[in-house]
């Protein structure tokens, strides 16, 4: 088993892996329009995203403000990071990295 | 030709494509097209926001700040200014959960008058039939 | 015959919407229309003359040059290409730069339009 | 109403005005990765996008070929154009485009 | 370090992007990075299809003809002959109704003794475990 | 302190990947990481040098070269540079060119590959 963080960097999604993809610890990083699955509830409900089984929610605190959302949108799934935060996560946390 | 009406439909998110960006300065590029033009021709635009697209429309965005780059609301704000009509599909704010008060409704710290519509699919459609051309970003 | 209006914003290697649009470009002139187009955003990767026709890429210069010739008018945004770092002198001979406006400008004569917005 | 052409380029979707839109005359034209559409049956269906009511389709016989695909593989509902075809589509038969 | 393993992993159909290209062509290009490495190191690549990525080996594509560009197919035999796994999700070819006679499944005519092979999503998980970093496309 | 290699294939102007890819770099350079880029795809529009700073568009010229001043290495795809038309004299100033094999290389002794495919 491995240490993997996905990153997701847009609202829609087209491919089917993140789903399928297991690790033993797993961190899903929200960047760019990817921010989108931590604020919008579509239809009243969390992005499907957010139901990965055990894995770690984080979102870039820039991408957010950017889009004109803040930390009170955030769903109390996920953590707010910074760039260096992000830094740490790739250098410390995990072994490899997946933009997806 | 007289007066042509032109659809803008912008129905993608903004930043992660340049398309809802250019949506919006072509459709301000309406304003200076009579250099081109023959006496008394005009190009006369709407931009509306439909499905996803509705997410340019949400207030506050700190892109400037965070990355030097001038905001999809600054644009939209330069729109209302010039009394070019911006409307907003209803029914995806709704599926979205963005309510109007997410949302720039007004330009009025710019000093425009005219104001965000709220407008039902329905009312694009009718739109979409009235114009001479439609322009999907 | 009729006039025909192209706007085109999708990079020069990538969607292969600008092969598409040249292509179609191609076949409207073949039956006698007016063909206009407008290459705003990546699209104005067109802008830059010198590319080299590699196999494993799109390479459009030729075409693009060839219907120029036969009467196209091909006209790039001036700001998204100095953005881009292209200037007067990269635009490959017979094209024009202009603000956005000459676009919009064009929407009034033309019959039809196909406005290819995305990537 | 209207006669419209709208141009499909994709395969995945991700915008819904496409289901939304009405037109006395509406043509379907399947280009670039939308002629994915005429040809793959997903799960063993047809693509949604041929179920739109009313609609013409068209593929463009060029992106079919170029993807590894045939007329024998191009559903019934569609048929194959080439550009000039388009061209006619266009200046003929249409008199609004929406490539979404 | 010895030989490194990387797994590229191309989730998208051809053509509308550039990167199930650029895939190809970085992996190929693995077999010259030794001019930058030290004497015993080496980078071994595997580069699967997976989702709609699949789409990339359907045989018999005629982008040079008709667009004057390289196939993917093309890029996908020089893999096979230069000895570079390919690998196929069975799993998404049975959801999009391909099957192996639709697909490229050797590249013979050029002389390659490789052939594709087709696998399950176990095997690629698998193989996402042992390598030392991704690169999705 | 470790080393990360970005390998990075999105435009200049358009997803935004490329201003979010200089801001990490600069943020691991920050925490004292030895930082590589690898642009290829149309990401190579980073290797024309000239590009105006426009309020309107992405901008990372700037960024780019500051954080090469601070020990950075950049390296662009040669062949998708001169498909689009970009020259050995286009280039700015600390960048390299080089075929792909280079970022292949890069992966051995790096410690973290962040490998940013799409567009």
């Known amino acids: 088993m491995m240490k993997l963080a996905v990153f997701l960097s847009d609202w829609r999604r087209t491919e089917d892996s993140f789903e399928r993809m297991k690790a033993e610890k797993m961190g899903v990083i929200l960047v760019g329009n990817g921010v989108y699955h931590a604020v919008v509830k579509e239809n009243g409900k969390d992005s499907p995203v957010l139901s990965k089984a055990g894995a770690n929610f984080y979102v870039l605190s820039d991408d957010l403000t950017t889009r004109g959302f803040t930390a009170a949108n955030v769903n109390s799934k996920v953590k707010i990071v910074s760039y260096g935060d992000i830094v740490d996560l790739i250098m410390n946390d995990y072994e490899k990295m997946a933009w997806i | ?137 | 015959m009729g006039e025909l209006t192209l706007g085109v914003f999708s990079s020069l290697v990538g969607s292969m919407s600008l092969d598409f649009s040249f292509k179609l470009a191609e076949a409207g002139m073949a039956k006698g229309h007016k063909v206009n187009m407008w290459l705003s955003g990546n699209a104005v990767m067109m802008a830059k003359k010198g590319q080299k026709p590699f196999k494993d890429y799109s390479h459009n210069e030729k075409l693009m040059k060839e219907l120029m010739s036969k009467g196209m008018e091909v006209t790039v945004c001036e700001a998204c290409a100095e953005a881009r770092g292209y200037h007067k002198e990269d635009v490959p001979e017979g094209m024009k730069r202009a603000s956005m406006d000459w676009y919009l400008a064009k929407t009034v004569k033309t019959d039809k339009l196909l406005h290819i917005g995305g990537e």
């Open chain 2, 1 to 137: 030709m007289g007066a042509v009406n032109l659809l803008f439909v912008v129905q993608r998110p903004p930043y992660k494509s340049e398309n809802p960006r250019l949506a919006l300065t072509h459709a301000i590029a309406s304003q200076t097209a009579e250099i081109y033009m023959d006496d008394g021709d005009s190009v006369v635009p709407i931009i509306v926001f439909v499905g996803d697209g509705v997410l340019n429309v949400v207030k506050d965005q700190q892109a400037m700040k965070v990355y030097g780059v001038t905001s999809t609301e600054s644009h939209i704000k330069s729109c209302l200014l010039i009394d070019l009509p911006v409307w907003v599909c209803k029914e995806d704010m709704t599926r979205l959960g963005l309510k109007e008060e997410n949302m720039i409704t007004d330009a009025e710290d710019m000093g425009a008058e005219l104001k965000t519509k709220f407008v039902s699919f329905a009312d694009i459609q009718k739109e979409m039939e009235s114009v001479k051309h439609l322009l999907f970003f």
